[in-house]
């Protein structure tokens, strides 16, 4: 049951990114002069966008899947990002565990740094993944 709403949310997550990206370009070919390069740039901004939003997703189905309340896992939403996105712009190995700090650092940072992060954002949606599907066998707390 847990990872076919982690299916679900990462399929709709992707249609909302695929649907984002597409709004850009039509933006972008209307009403910039130049668009040589364009379509590149979109596809590769909404595919780091894309993989570094799965470990949220996972961490977030994690969080819900433990508590019955909603609240709580609205408030570790909001505190997650809120908590990474004013984190330093420095890489501790210690923040990469962070799953809010990377898909804030997107907008901060250049994209060869990006595309070496790409691959922890993988691995850290798979960890939060595998703990999911254990914790979400136990009793719900609250």
């Not at 819900?64 to 501790?92: D, I």
Request: glycine share 12%.
């Amino acid at each position: 049951m847990f990872l076919s709403k982690a299916l679900y949310l990462s399929l709709v997550y992707g249609v909302m990114v695929l649907l984002q990206g597409t709004a850009l370009l039509g933006a972008g070919k209307l009403l910039l002069a130049e668009t040589k390069g364009l379509f590149d740039v979109t596809v590769c901004y909404s595919l780091q966008g894309f993989v570094l939003g799965l470990p949220i997703i996972s961490f977030m189905l994690v969080v819900s899947a433990l508590f019955e309340n909603l609240w709580v896992p609205l408030g570790v939403g909001v505190f997650g990002y809120l908590s990474g996105s004013v984190l330093p712009n420095t890489v501790p190995v210690l923040l990469l565990i962070h799953p809010f700090y990377l898909y804030t650092r997107l907008f901060t940072c250049d994209g060869c740094w990006m595309m070496k992060e790409l691959g922890v954002a993988a691995g850290a949606a798979v960890v939060f993944l595998l703990i999911g599907c254990i914790l979400s066998q136990e009793k719900k707390i609250g």
